[in-house]
Each structure stands twice: as C-alpha cells, then as structure tokens.
C-alpha cells in the first residue's frame, strides 16, 4: 500500500513512522512553511490537568501521554523525554482545590500521573520561583522535546524505507497528490479565528491552564490572500492509494481542493529559551501557574518560558510584545531568572479547529485528515499518528474516532 503523508511536523512523523511499521510505502512530503508549531513547542505532557468537562479532549491526550513511554523505548534514542513532574502553582492555596479533586477523580483510570502531593517549599525543586508559592507535584507529567520526536520518527521510517520529499504539496479535486516546488511567504489565510467562528480559548475556561489569548490589544489579522504558499509550477504526481493531510494550521488550505471549508486556523505562540550557566536544569519540573506563561528545564541549562496565545492569521513573527508579555510574566512567577541568559526565540503556529476539538478522520475513500491538536499536540501527536495511519490502512483506529471525524465528502 502506498501512502503519501502531507506534512512532517509530529503528526505526519507519527503517521510516517507508524505506516511503515505496517510495511506501507510511505512518502511524505513537506514545504517547510515558516510557524510549523512542532519546532515551537514547549514539550508539556501533562494531560490530566486539563479539559475537565471535555472526555474527547481528555481521552485523546491523556492516551498520547500514556503511548510515549513505549515510543521511547522503540525508538531506542534521546527525543529529550523525561518525567520530570509538574508543579501545579498558586498564590492561593485555594485555588488548588478544584484541580486537586479533578486528579483525584482521574488517577484510578490513569495512575501513570503518579501520587499526587503538596510540596511546602517549591524553590527546593524549582529555584528560580517566587517565594510563597502554594503548589501540588504530578509526578508523572513529562517533558520532551518536540524537534527530536519528529526527526526520530522520520529518522525511524526513513530506516524502513519511508521517502521525505521538500515541496509543496496541493490536492486535486478526486484526492490525487501533485508536489510542486514553491516560495513560502509565510503569509496569507482564508480562515480567521472570528470567521471560522473560534472559541476564544485553547481550552475551556474550567483548565488548570487557563490559555486565553492575554494580549491587551489584539494584533490584526493578517488578510486573507487567496494562495498561502505561491506555487511556480504544475506540480508532479505522487502516486498514492492513500492520503494522509497533517498539515497542521495549513490543512484547510490543502484540503480545499476537495471541495471542503474546514475551519483550521492558526494560533501563535512566542517562546523563549533562556540559559542559567552552571545550572542544572535537566530535572527541574515544569511549572504550571493558573494563568500566565509554563516554565520547564532541559539539559544544557537550559529554561523554556512561553508562550503567547495569539489569533493574528498566518504571522509567524516574534514580536516585541510578544516577548514582553512571556517576559514580564515569567519573571513574575520565577524572578530568579532575572539573569538568564536569553540564547532563542521561537515562534509556531498551533493548529485549531474552529469547532474546538481535534479533527481525525477519513474526508474521502482515500484521503484522511488529522491535526487541529491546538495546544497539545506534542503530547497527542504520535499518538494522533498512529490513528492516521491505522484509518489510511483500513485498519480499526486504537481510539474511537467518532467524536473527531470530519465532514465526510461523497466522491
Ligand atoms: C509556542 C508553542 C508551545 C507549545 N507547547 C506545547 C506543549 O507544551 N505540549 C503540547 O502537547 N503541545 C504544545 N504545543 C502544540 C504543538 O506544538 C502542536 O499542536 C503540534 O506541533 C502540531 O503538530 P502538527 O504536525 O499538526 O503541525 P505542524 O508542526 O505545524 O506541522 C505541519 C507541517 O505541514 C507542512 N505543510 C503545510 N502545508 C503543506 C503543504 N501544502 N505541503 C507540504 N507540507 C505542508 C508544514 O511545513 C509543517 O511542517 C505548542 C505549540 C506552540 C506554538
């Protein structure tokens, strides 16, 4: 069977590395747009702090969590996982309570978040923290890095024979691929949070993290321009007999051929990585506040604060707002960073379905989509894979797709 996946960020990589597990011939094919949000991402996996009242949301997550250990493992390489826990962190103790109950409610059905404790002096595992934080320790949660999944799972599939081709890839209205090369301008939506209907926040409001868009003055949305990606020629058949469009905040626009609107629009995230010389910060934990930016470490003393949450179209540009805003809080819940050293700055467009859930699931006879993973992408994503590829083989999906399936278009 051959399969062509439009899109290598950790959704096509997933889809990529699971197809060729199962001995598919595996192309996938990807632009290299500026704002791919895997390159962005934090690495937070922690799904059990999240979408109370959302079991779609939460089962999604909380099954991607659960499949990256045994990942790690095949993969037999450093993709920068480590259960490092997150320290849950407020001003209030009080303001624990209802994140405290909704854990104690999920660990029979996912002990893998591991004993649940209040920690008195947070600065012992965190140094950096503001003094007189109240804060509780999941000690299952985990960090990664985004970067190193998608290359070793590429790497994987490449290994058993998968194709990685540079191109864009365009659909023709009965599903066929064509590959074209072409500049990206890093520019141009036809679909704007407000046009599509979008929910203000990544998740609803009763989220541990609360992922409102905090700019005070909402930046404008970039206009809409009729091609994202300007093709210069007519592009090369890929043969197929099946495809698989992860194409994260671009799959509406790949898919419009199909003769479907899917409203997936981008959301922009800031990031930045700061070093503490001497430092060791390989195990610190993450830190989740309530509101406001994560903090979580890696090796090379290196901190990530981020990010901002913001619908301004396809802009994938670091502003100075932007880094205001990450700055100014993180220094607010960790003023012992005052002296980092800030060595990057990254920014990814996060896909989101406007309807606010993931969208996973066949859109044609041949064609299946799966993206719209939003804020979570780095804990859903190979596991998101992995359901792609099980629909494009005609093979019963490890999860229940229902609540995720697309539009289907009669062809
Ligand atoms: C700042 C930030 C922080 C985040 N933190 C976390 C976190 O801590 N935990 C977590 O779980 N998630 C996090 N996320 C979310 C996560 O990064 C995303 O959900 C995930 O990376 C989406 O992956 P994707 O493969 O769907 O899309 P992408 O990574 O955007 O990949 C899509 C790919 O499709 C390609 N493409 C598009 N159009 C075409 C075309 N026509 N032809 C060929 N290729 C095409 C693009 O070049 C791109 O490489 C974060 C995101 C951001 C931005």
Same mark, same amino acid.
């Given at each position: ?290 509101? !406001?930016?994560? #903090?979580? %470490?890696?090796?090379?003393? &290196? @901190? $990530? =604060? ?6 301004? /179209? ?41 309807? !606010?859930?993931? #969208?996973? %699931?066949?859109?044609?006879? &041949? @064609? $299946? =989509? ?6 979570? /992408? ?34």
């Amino acid at each position: 069977m051959r399969v062509v996946v439009i899109g290598s960020g950790i959704v096509g990589a997933g889809a990529a590395y699971h197809l060729s597990r199962r001995g598919a011939a595996v192309t996938v094919v990807d632009a290299g747009c500026q704002g791919g949000a895997t390159r962005a991402g934090a690495g937070i996996v922690c799904p059990w702090v999240d979408h109370p009242e959302d079991d779609d949301w939460y089962h999604l997550t909380r099954e991607g969590a659960r499949a990256y250990p045994a990942l790690v493992e095949e993969l037999g390489e450093d993709i920068g996982y480590a259960k490092v826990g997150a320290l849950l962190v407020a001003e209030d103790p009080v303001d624990l309570e209802p994140v405290r109950a909704l854990l104690r409610r999920r660990h029979a059905a996912a002990p893998e978040m591991g004993d649940v404790v209040d920690v008195d002096t947070p600065t012992e595992l965190f140094p950096p923290l503001s003094d007189g934080l109240s804060a509780l320790l999941v000690p299952g949660a985990a960090r990664v890095d985004g970067c190193s999944v998608r290359d070793a799972l590429l790497r994987a599939a490449v290994a058993r024979g998968a194709e990685v081709r540079t191109g864009v890839a365009t659909l023709t209205p009965d599903g066929r691929v064509l590959l074209h090369r072409a500049d990206d301008t890093g520019e141009g939506t036809r679909w704007s949070p407000a046009a599509a209907g979008a929910p203000a926040d990544e998740g609803e409001h009763t989220s541990w993290r609360q992922a409102a868009p905090l700019s005070a003055a909402p930046a404008p949305v970039t206009p809409a321009s009729p091609e994202a990606l300007r093709l210069t020629d007519e592009g090369v058949p890929v043969e197929a007999d099946a495809v698989i469009v992860a194409a994260g905040a671009w799959t509406g626009e790949v898919c419009r051929p199909l003769g479907v609107e899917l409203p997936v629009f981008p959301r922009r995230g800031q990031i930045l990585h700061a070093t503490m010389e001497g430092v060791d910060t390989a195990w610190w934990p993450i830190i989740l506040p309530r509101t !406001g930016p994560y #903090l979580l %470490g890696f090796p090379d003393s &290196r @901190v $990530v =604060v981020g990010a901002t949450v913001e619908d301004v /179209g396809f802009s994938p540009r670091v502003t100075m707002g932007g880094l205001d805003e990450v700055i100014e809080a993180g220094l607010r819940v960790a003023p012992g960073l005052f002296s980092a050293t800030v060595t990057e700055t990254r920014v990814g467009l996060r896909p989101v379905y406007a309807p !606010g859930r993931a #969208l996973i %699931g066949p859109l044609t006879d &041949r @064609v $299946v =989509v799966a993206t719209g993973l939003s804020a979570y /992408g780095l804990t859903a994503g190979p596991f998101t894979g992995g359901i792609a590829a099980a629909l494009a083989l005609g093979e019963a999906p490890p999860l229940d797709i229902t609540p995720y399936a697309p539009p289907r278009i009669g062809l």
